[in-house]
Protein backbone atom coordinates (compact mmCIF):
# COMPACT_ATOMS: atom_id res chain seq x y z
CA UNK A 1 0.00 0.00 0.00
CA UNK A 2 1.34 3.65 -0.98
CA UNK A 3 2.16 5.40 2.14
CA UNK A 4 1.78 9.76 1.15
CA UNK A 5 4.51 10.23 4.28
CA UNK A 6 7.43 8.57 2.00
CA UNK A 7 6.22 11.38 -0.54
CA UNK A 8 6.18 14.11 1.95
CA UNK A 9 9.42 12.94 3.19
CA UNK A 10 11.03 12.76 -0.83
CA UNK A 11 9.88 16.06 -1.42
CA UNK A 12 11.55 17.47 2.01
CA UNK A 13 15.17 16.02 0.73
CA UNK A 14 15.08 16.56 -2.91
CA UNK A 15 13.35 20.44 -2.58
CA UNK A 16 14.27 21.37 0.38
CA UNK A 17 17.35 19.39 2.07
CA UNK A 18 19.66 19.42 -1.37
CA UNK A 19 17.88 21.99 -3.20
CA UNK A 20 18.15 19.86 -6.41
CA UNK A 21 18.09 21.97 -9.78
CA UNK A 22 17.37 20.71 -13.30
CA UNK A 23 19.58 18.47 -14.94
CA UNK A 24 21.65 18.51 -11.69
CA UNK A 25 22.71 14.57 -10.83
CA UNK A 26 21.89 13.03 -7.44
CA UNK A 27 23.11 9.26 -5.95
CA UNK A 28 20.57 8.03 -3.85
CA UNK A 29 22.17 5.20 -1.25
CA UNK A 30 19.72 3.40 0.37
CA UNK A 31 20.76 1.12 3.19
CA UNK A 32 17.98 -2.04 4.57
CA UNK A 33 14.81 0.58 3.39
CA UNK A 34 11.52 -0.63 1.73
CA UNK A 35 11.53 -0.12 -2.28
CA UNK A 36 8.61 2.08 -2.18
CA UNK A 37 11.04 4.99 -0.12
CA UNK A 38 13.62 4.39 -3.09
CA UNK A 39 11.03 4.85 -5.44
CA UNK A 40 9.23 7.99 -3.79
CA UNK A 41 13.03 9.66 -4.01
CA UNK A 42 13.38 8.54 -8.12
CA UNK A 43 10.00 10.37 -8.32
CA UNK A 44 10.64 13.54 -6.08
CA UNK A 45 14.38 13.94 -8.10
CA UNK A 46 12.46 13.81 -11.50
CA UNK A 47 9.77 16.08 -10.73
CA UNK A 48 12.65 18.57 -10.42
CA UNK A 49 14.72 17.84 -13.44
CA UNK A 50 17.09 16.05 -11.34
CA UNK A 51 18.85 12.46 -12.77
CA UNK A 52 18.54 10.46 -10.36
CA UNK A 53 20.95 7.81 -9.25
CA UNK A 54 20.48 4.45 -6.92
CA UNK A 55 22.76 2.10 -4.75
CA UNK A 56 21.20 -0.54 -2.59
CA UNK A 57 22.60 -2.10 0.81
CA UNK A 58 21.78 -4.45 2.88
CA UNK A 59 23.59 -4.45 6.40
CA UNK A 60 23.76 -8.17 6.74
CA UNK A 61 25.75 -8.33 2.71
CA UNK A 62 27.85 -5.59 4.15
CA UNK A 63 28.94 -7.57 7.43
CA UNK A 64 29.90 -10.26 5.12
CA UNK A 65 31.90 -8.29 2.57
CA UNK A 66 33.55 -6.61 5.48
CA UNK A 67 34.88 -9.58 7.58
CA UNK A 68 37.25 -10.80 5.10
CA UNK A 69 38.00 -7.68 3.28
CA UNK A 70 41.74 -6.98 2.02
CA UNK A 71 43.33 -3.92 0.99
CA UNK A 72 43.75 -4.39 -2.53
CA UNK A 73 40.12 -5.21 -2.48
CA UNK A 74 39.14 -1.82 -0.76
CA UNK A 75 41.33 0.16 -2.87
CA UNK A 76 39.55 -0.96 -6.18
CA UNK A 77 35.94 -0.23 -4.36
CA UNK A 78 37.49 3.44 -3.40
CA UNK A 79 38.54 3.94 -7.09
CA UNK A 80 35.20 3.15 -8.27
CA UNK A 81 33.20 5.01 -6.14
CA UNK A 82 35.15 7.84 -6.06
CA UNK A 83 34.90 8.38 -9.58
CA UNK A 84 31.03 7.66 -9.52
CA UNK A 85 30.92 10.65 -6.35
CA UNK A 86 32.87 12.79 -8.88
CA UNK A 87 30.15 12.87 -11.19
CA UNK A 88 27.27 13.85 -8.81
CA UNK A 89 26.26 17.07 -7.93
CA UNK A 90 24.01 15.70 -4.62
CA UNK A 91 23.58 12.79 -2.63
CA UNK A 92 20.92 11.25 -0.65
CA UNK A 93 21.25 8.38 2.35
CA UNK A 94 18.49 6.57 3.58
CA UNK A 95 20.04 4.10 5.98
CA UNK A 96 17.87 1.61 7.77
CA UNK A 97 19.56 -1.58 10.21
CA UNK A 98 17.11 -4.35 10.53
CA UNK A 99 20.39 -5.21 13.63
CA UNK A 100 21.93 -1.90 14.29
CA UNK A 101 24.98 -4.32 15.79
CA UNK A 102 25.40 -5.99 12.50
CA UNK A 103 29.19 -5.15 12.50
CA UNK A 104 29.83 -6.00 16.17
CA UNK A 105 32.21 -8.88 15.68
CA UNK A 106 33.96 -7.29 12.68
CA UNK A 107 37.13 -6.90 13.54
CA UNK A 108 38.23 -3.67 14.83
CA UNK A 109 41.12 -3.83 11.89
CA UNK A 110 38.94 -4.78 9.53
CA UNK A 111 36.80 -1.64 10.49
CA UNK A 112 40.01 1.07 10.85
CA UNK A 113 41.22 -0.32 7.38
CA UNK A 114 37.50 0.20 6.16
CA UNK A 115 37.40 3.81 7.05
CA UNK A 116 40.91 4.44 5.88
CA UNK A 117 40.54 3.02 2.59
CA UNK A 118 36.96 4.79 1.79
CA UNK A 119 37.63 8.27 3.55
CA UNK A 120 38.30 9.92 -0.21
CA UNK A 121 34.67 8.79 -0.99
CA UNK A 122 33.45 10.44 1.97
CA UNK A 123 35.98 13.66 1.24
CA UNK A 124 34.25 14.20 -2.05
CA UNK A 125 30.56 13.70 -0.76
CA UNK A 126 31.03 16.30 1.96
CA UNK A 127 33.22 18.81 0.29
CA UNK A 128 31.99 18.32 -3.07
CA UNK A 129 27.85 18.09 -3.16
CA UNK A 130 25.14 18.86 -1.53
CA UNK A 131 24.13 15.69 0.67
CA UNK A 132 21.74 14.45 3.21
CA UNK A 133 21.43 11.41 5.42
CA UNK A 134 18.71 10.24 7.51
CA UNK A 135 17.66 6.93 9.13
CA UNK A 136 14.90 4.64 8.54
CA UNK A 137 12.65 3.81 10.83
CA UNK A 138 12.63 -0.14 11.68
CA UNK A 139 11.63 -2.51 14.24
CA UNK A 140 15.08 -2.26 16.08
CA UNK A 141 14.99 1.19 16.54
CA UNK A 142 11.99 1.40 17.60
CA UNK A 143 12.93 -1.73 20.35
CA UNK A 144 15.54 1.05 21.10
CA UNK A 145 13.49 3.73 21.19
CA UNK A 146 11.02 1.78 23.70
CA UNK A 147 8.05 2.25 21.38
CA UNK A 148 5.82 0.00 19.41
CA UNK A 149 6.73 -0.27 15.52
CA UNK A 150 3.79 2.00 14.86
CA UNK A 151 4.31 4.29 17.46
CA UNK A 152 8.15 4.81 16.72
CA UNK A 153 6.83 5.19 12.65
CA UNK A 154 4.35 8.24 13.57
CA UNK A 155 7.03 9.72 15.48
CA UNK A 156 9.58 9.80 13.01
CA UNK A 157 7.86 10.96 10.33
CA UNK A 158 6.31 14.34 12.48
CA UNK A 159 10.02 14.97 13.76
CA UNK A 160 11.43 14.17 10.05
CA UNK A 161 8.96 16.51 8.61
CA UNK A 162 9.64 19.48 11.12
CA UNK A 163 9.36 22.96 9.52
CA UNK A 164 12.78 23.98 10.07
CA UNK A 165 12.06 27.25 9.18
CA UNK A 166 10.64 28.01 12.74
CA UNK A 167 13.88 27.18 14.08
CA UNK A 168 16.24 29.94 11.35
CA UNK A 169 15.98 32.98 13.59
CA UNK A 170 17.18 31.12 16.66
CA UNK A 171 19.61 29.44 14.96
CA UNK A 172 21.00 32.72 13.23
CA UNK A 173 21.38 34.58 16.66
CA UNK A 174 23.52 31.58 18.40
CA UNK A 175 25.59 31.52 15.30
CA UNK A 176 26.75 35.32 15.92
CA UNK A 177 26.70 34.36 19.43
CA UNK A 178 29.33 31.51 19.25
CA UNK A 179 31.25 33.47 16.81
CA UNK A 180 31.83 36.05 19.01
CA UNK A 181 32.50 33.91 22.09
CA UNK A 182 35.81 32.56 23.65
CA UNK A 183 35.68 30.94 26.59
CA UNK A 184 32.92 28.06 27.17
CA UNK A 185 31.75 26.56 30.03
CA UNK A 186 29.64 23.16 30.87
CA UNK A 187 28.54 22.16 34.06
CA UNK A 188 26.46 19.30 35.14
CA UNK A 189 26.75 15.81 37.46
CA UNK A 190 30.37 14.32 36.15
CA UNK A 191 30.78 16.90 34.11
CA UNK A 192 32.81 20.40 34.78
CA UNK A 193 34.57 20.90 30.96
CA UNK A 194 36.23 24.52 29.73
CA UNK A 195 37.65 25.31 26.54
CA UNK A 196 38.07 27.69 23.77
CA UNK A 197 36.05 28.68 20.37
CA UNK A 198 37.51 31.39 19.73
CA UNK A 199 38.29 32.58 16.11
CA UNK A 200 36.54 29.46 15.00
CA UNK A 201 33.15 29.37 12.93
CA UNK A 202 29.37 28.64 14.20
CA UNK A 203 27.65 26.33 11.29
CA UNK A 204 23.84 25.75 11.21
CA UNK A 205 22.11 22.40 10.70
CA UNK A 206 18.72 23.60 9.57
CA UNK A 207 17.47 20.49 8.04
CA UNK A 208 19.85 20.71 4.89
CA UNK A 209 22.82 17.85 6.21
CA UNK A 210 20.84 15.52 8.30
CA UNK A 211 17.51 14.77 9.15
CA UNK A 212 16.54 15.27 11.64
CA UNK A 213 18.20 18.31 12.47
CA UNK A 214 18.42 21.16 14.68
CA UNK A 215 21.57 21.95 16.10
CA UNK A 216 24.19 24.49 15.65
CA UNK A 217 27.98 23.45 15.75
CA UNK A 218 31.74 24.95 16.36
CA UNK A 219 34.69 23.49 17.39
CA UNK A 220 37.02 23.64 20.60
CA UNK A 221 40.56 25.26 19.99
CA UNK A 222 42.46 21.99 19.55
CA UNK A 223 44.32 22.29 22.97
CA UNK A 224 42.31 24.46 24.72
CA UNK A 225 40.17 21.65 26.40
CA UNK A 226 40.11 21.35 30.33
CA UNK A 227 38.29 19.10 32.78
CA UNK A 228 36.05 16.16 32.97
CA UNK A 229 32.58 15.00 30.84
CA UNK A 230 30.00 12.25 31.77
CA UNK A 231 27.83 11.84 28.56
CA UNK A 232 24.30 10.35 30.05
CA UNK A 233 23.37 9.05 26.76
CA UNK A 234 24.42 5.69 25.35
CA UNK A 235 25.90 5.46 21.88
CA UNK A 236 26.66 2.56 19.45
CA UNK A 237 30.19 3.20 17.27
CA UNK A 238 31.80 0.34 14.97
CA UNK A 239 28.53 -1.82 16.16
CA UNK A 240 29.42 -1.50 19.90
CA UNK A 241 27.40 0.03 22.70
CA UNK A 242 28.73 2.02 25.09
CA UNK A 243 27.57 3.68 28.54
CA UNK A 244 28.65 5.89 30.80
CA UNK A 245 31.41 7.25 28.94
CA UNK A 246 33.27 9.79 30.76
CA UNK A 247 36.13 11.80 29.27
CA UNK A 248 39.62 13.93 31.38
CA UNK A 249 41.55 16.23 29.52
CA UNK A 250 44.75 17.68 29.75
CA UNK A 251 45.75 20.63 26.91
CA UNK A 252 42.81 19.07 24.79
CA UNK A 253 43.68 15.34 24.77
CA UNK A 254 41.88 12.49 25.89
CA UNK A 255 44.06 11.33 28.91
CA UNK A 256 41.23 9.20 30.27
CA UNK A 257 38.63 6.94 29.38
CA UNK A 258 36.13 4.82 30.67
CA UNK A 259 33.03 3.20 30.05
CA UNK A 260 31.19 -0.24 30.28
CA UNK A 261 33.39 -1.15 27.45
CA UNK A 262 36.62 0.83 28.57
CA UNK A 263 39.13 -1.20 26.83
CA UNK A 264 37.21 -1.40 23.70
CA UNK A 265 36.83 2.36 24.37
CA UNK A 266 40.18 3.31 24.43
CA UNK A 267 40.97 0.93 21.77
CA UNK A 268 38.95 3.45 19.62
CA UNK A 269 40.53 5.96 20.97
CA UNK A 270 44.06 5.07 19.54
CA UNK A 271 42.99 4.86 16.58
CA UNK A 272 45.58 7.62 15.76
CA UNK A 273 46.83 10.86 17.40
CA UNK A 274 43.59 12.90 16.33
CA UNK A 275 41.03 10.27 18.02
CA UNK A 276 42.52 11.60 21.41
CA UNK A 277 41.26 15.40 20.75
CA UNK A 278 38.00 17.33 20.08
CA UNK A 279 36.81 18.06 16.51
CA UNK A 280 33.21 19.16 17.28
CA UNK A 281 31.35 21.46 19.97
CA UNK A 282 27.39 21.53 18.94
CA UNK A 283 24.32 22.08 21.02
CA UNK A 284 21.25 20.25 20.07
CA UNK A 285 17.31 21.74 20.06
CA UNK A 286 14.93 19.40 17.67
CA UNK A 287 11.79 20.03 19.94
CA UNK A 288 10.55 16.86 19.17
CA UNK A 289 13.32 14.22 19.76
CA UNK A 290 13.44 14.53 23.30
CA UNK A 291 14.51 10.60 24.54
CA UNK A 292 17.89 8.87 23.32
CA UNK A 293 17.35 5.61 21.16
CA UNK A 294 20.97 5.18 20.39
CA UNK A 295 21.29 6.47 17.46
CA UNK A 296 23.53 9.38 16.57
CA UNK A 297 21.50 11.04 13.74
CA UNK A 298 18.74 11.84 16.42
CA UNK A 299 20.58 12.03 19.97
CA UNK A 300 22.85 14.59 18.76
CA UNK A 301 19.33 16.75 17.96
CA UNK A 302 17.87 15.73 21.43
CA UNK A 303 16.06 18.91 22.74
CA UNK A 304 18.40 20.75 25.74
CA UNK A 305 21.54 18.60 24.28
CA UNK A 306 25.31 19.30 23.64
CA UNK A 307 27.61 17.05 22.01
CA UNK A 308 31.46 16.64 22.40
CA UNK A 309 33.15 14.78 19.40
CA UNK A 310 36.54 12.86 19.74
CA UNK A 311 38.30 13.15 16.29
CA UNK A 312 37.84 14.56 13.16
CA UNK A 313 37.16 18.50 12.59
CA UNK A 314 34.81 19.68 10.00
CA UNK A 315 36.29 22.13 7.23
CA UNK A 316 33.62 24.88 8.27
CA UNK A 317 34.28 25.09 11.87
CA UNK A 318 37.84 23.71 11.64
CA UNK A 319 40.93 23.34 14.44
CA UNK A 320 43.26 21.55 12.03
CA UNK A 321 42.21 18.55 14.00
CA UNK A 322 42.23 15.09 12.23
CA UNK A 323 41.38 11.69 12.89
CA UNK A 324 39.50 8.44 10.71
CA UNK A 325 37.00 8.63 14.47
CA UNK A 326 34.33 11.27 14.33
CA UNK A 327 32.15 10.28 17.22
CA UNK A 328 29.45 12.17 18.69
CA UNK A 329 29.03 11.88 21.85
CA UNK A 330 25.66 13.38 23.83
CA UNK A 331 24.62 14.73 27.03
CA UNK A 332 21.21 15.71 28.27
CA UNK A 333 21.03 19.00 30.60
CA UNK A 334 17.23 18.95 30.70
CA UNK A 335 16.23 18.51 34.61
CA UNK A 336 15.21 15.13 33.78
CA UNK A 337 18.47 14.26 33.23
CA UNK A 338 20.50 15.76 35.93
CA UNK A 339 20.57 19.38 34.08
CA UNK A 340 23.55 21.32 34.02
CA UNK A 341 24.59 24.57 32.45
CA UNK A 342 26.68 26.35 29.49
CA UNK A 343 28.35 29.62 30.10
CA UNK A 344 29.55 31.57 27.10
CA UNK A 345 32.23 34.24 28.22
CA UNK A 346 31.28 33.76 32.06
CA UNK A 347 27.45 34.69 31.25
CA UNK A 348 24.91 31.32 31.87
CA UNK A 349 23.21 31.07 28.65
CA UNK A 350 21.66 27.61 28.66
CA UNK A 351 20.36 25.97 32.19
CA UNK A 352 18.40 22.53 32.09
CA UNK A 353 18.55 22.49 28.74
CA UNK A 354 16.55 25.97 27.83
CA UNK A 355 18.19 29.35 26.73
CA UNK A 356 17.62 32.06 28.25
CA UNK A 357 19.15 35.19 26.21
CA UNK A 358 15.98 36.23 24.63
CA UNK A 359 16.96 36.05 20.84
CA UNK A 360 17.37 32.36 21.19
CA UNK A 361 14.28 31.75 23.67
CA UNK A 362 12.37 30.51 20.21
CA UNK A 363 14.55 27.54 20.31
CA UNK A 364 13.15 26.22 23.38
CA UNK A 365 11.13 23.02 23.16
CA UNK A 366 8.20 25.19 24.81
CA UNK A 367 7.83 27.54 22.05
CA UNK A 368 6.38 24.28 19.97
CA UNK A 369 3.18 22.60 20.65
CA UNK A 370 3.51 18.13 20.75
CA UNK A 371 3.11 16.69 17.50
CA UNK A 372 2.16 12.68 16.89
Not at 65 to 78: C, I, K, N, P, W
Not at 276 to 296: A, C, H, K
Amino acid sequence: MHDTRFDDLAKLLVEYSIRLKRNETVLIEGLDVPDEMTIALIRAVRKVGGVPFVQIHHGRVSRALALEVSGRQLSLMASHELARMKKMDAYIAVRGSNNVTELSDVPAEKMKLLARKMRPVQDQRVKKTKWVVLRWPTPSMAQLAGMSTEAFENFYFNVCTLDYRKLQTGMRALKRLMEKTNRVEIKGPGTDLRFSIKGIPAVICGGDRNIPDGEVFSCPVRDSVQGHVTFNVPSIYQGIGFDGIRLEFQDGKIIDATSNETKKLNKILDSDPGARYIGEFSLGFNPYVLQPMRDILFDEKIAGSFHFTPGQAYEEADNGNRSQVHWDMVSIQRPEYGGGEIYFDGKLVRRDGDFLPKQLRSLNRGRFGKRG
